[in-house]
């Protein structure tokens, strides 16, 4: 039995293969163990191997984790040249898992070193986790490298693809990425598949020829957090294994960057100055890592009822370990920044959401700089009604913005949904 796992998130898929004897296999499991290990408890399994895909750039991986907390044994590929204990896997390759077996295929294009893992029971092939090959309705991204590369492992990527979709129809298609990872292509994908469902209805199957294929997967990329050209170097290497995330309190001192987790109208009502809001939500990773530089520490502050594992994990899976603790009760001066309506809005229009968004459809006259870039941008200091999707994303602009100097700020309390 097959158990996804999902990151919401970061749109990302694990999976946890029961071996029918006690024993798991856990596939492209992230840092954050927390819902894989509690499946596995639930299920009374004990976590036997954790194979990686590829070297992951958007999550670190928490296979060196599972093999000092569980014993499991590390199967990635050997080109890789992972720094760290495990079997390095080859074109070919078969681990005996117990009964099923594990059949490595390199697949390159998302990475160079990108293996498929063929699941079988004796002869009959049960699925594919192809990582970040073939996802639903695409393939992922191969400008994740360098700029030198990014033709030719899409090139690569064609024929990964090609070779894939010579599986039986009914092989069962478990991909890493998903709807909601910046490694994905293809920004709606769902998560599971079959090849038979892929070769039908998934356009990067049906291009006339290699050319095609290229112009269509390179033509769709946006941008990406930029803690993607670091964490594959620190998966190769092998993440800090972490124990209790438990957050002490610290006191606040001068030039300290506070990071306020809670919802929008709180820190839109009273904030310390210069703090930066991210809410917490299922995407609070992907822009704290987006808009704070790495390593750099932070204290946290967060509302009673907000989970502080929770905020800690999500920086963790990132390699955002900077975390110094939740900051001791504030009695200081504080700051706002005002929630507008629709009707309410004056002055400039910032619109800080993706490329994709903005084209899509946009208030007449917006800026649109995407929040990731934001604090690398120098606008004037303007009245300006920041927003995005919801106010989430414009808030942690807004906030940017405030913590640059800029005081005649304001948030969307909506989206473009909400302009008549």
């Known amino acids: 039995m097959v158990i996804p796992v999902r990151d919401e998130g970061l749109g990302n898929t694990s999976y946890l293969v029961d071996l029918g004897d006690g024993r798991a296999l856990a596939v492209d499991a992230s840092r954050d163990l927390r819902a894989l290990k509690a499946t596995a ?72 070193e990108h293996l498929a893992f063929l699941l079988l029971d004796g002869n009959a092939i049960q699925g594919v986790f192809t990582g970040g090959s ?25 024929h990964s693809l090609r070779r894939l979709a010579e599986l039986p129809d009914a092989t069962a298609v478990w991909p890493t990425h998903g709807a909601g990872s910046f490694c994905s292509a293809v920004p709606g994908a769902d998560h599971l598949s079959t090849i038979g469902a892929e070769k039908t209805a998934n356009p990067l199957l049906r291009v006339a ?25 620190l998966n ?10 438990a957050p002490s309190q610290v006191p606040f001192s001068e030039g300290m960057l506070v990071i306020d987790v809670r919802p929008i109208e709180d820190f839109a009502q009273a904030h310390i100055p210069g703090a930066i809001s991210i809410p917490l939500r299922d995407q609070f990773a992907t822009w704290l890592g987006w808009v704070i530089e790495p390593d750099t520490p932070f204290a946290l502050v967060r509302n ?83 927003m995005c999707g919801h106010g989430e994303r414009a808030m942690t602009g807004a906030s940017l913005l405030a913590r640059a100097g800029h005081r005649q700020v304001s948030v969307l309390d909506g989206g473009l949904q909400d302009f008549s």
């Open 134 to 158: 073939l996802i639903v309705g695409g393939a992922a991204r191969t400008d994740l490298i360098s700029p030198e590369r990014t033709e030719p492992l899409a090139r690569a990527q064609y």
């Open 236 to 245: 190769r290497r092998g993440p800090a294994l972490v124990g209790d995330p």
């Open 41 to 112: 408890v639930r299920r009374g399994l004990r976590i036997a191997f954790a194979a990686d895909t590829h070297l992951h750039a958007d999550f670190l991986s928490g296979a060196v984790q599972l093999a000092a907390d569980d014993g499991a044994r590390v199967l990635a590929s050997a080109p890789g040249r992972r720094a760290f204990d495990h079997r390095g896997l080859r074109d070919g390759d078969e681990v005996d898992l117990g009964g099923l077996t594990m059949r490595a295929w390199a697949t390159p294009g998302h990475t160079g």
């Open 304 to 386: 009673p009822d907000q989970d502080p594992d929770e905020i800690v994990w999500q920086a963790r899976k990132i390699g955002h370990d900077g975390l110094l603790g939740e900051l001791e009760p504030w009695d200081g001066p504080t700051e706002s920044i005002p929630l507008v309506e629709p009707d309410q809005v004056r002055g400039r229009v910032l619109d800080v959401r993706q490329d994709s968004e903005f084209t899509a459809g946009h208030v007449p006259g917006a800026v649109h700089v995407e929040l990731g870039e934001l604090a690398r941008r120098t606008l004037s200091d303007e009245p300006t009604v920041v």
């Open 209 to 233: 020829d290699e050319d095609a294929f290229v112009k269509q997967l390179l033509g769709g990329l946006g941008s990406f957090p930029p803690y993607f050209l670091r964490l594959a170097e």
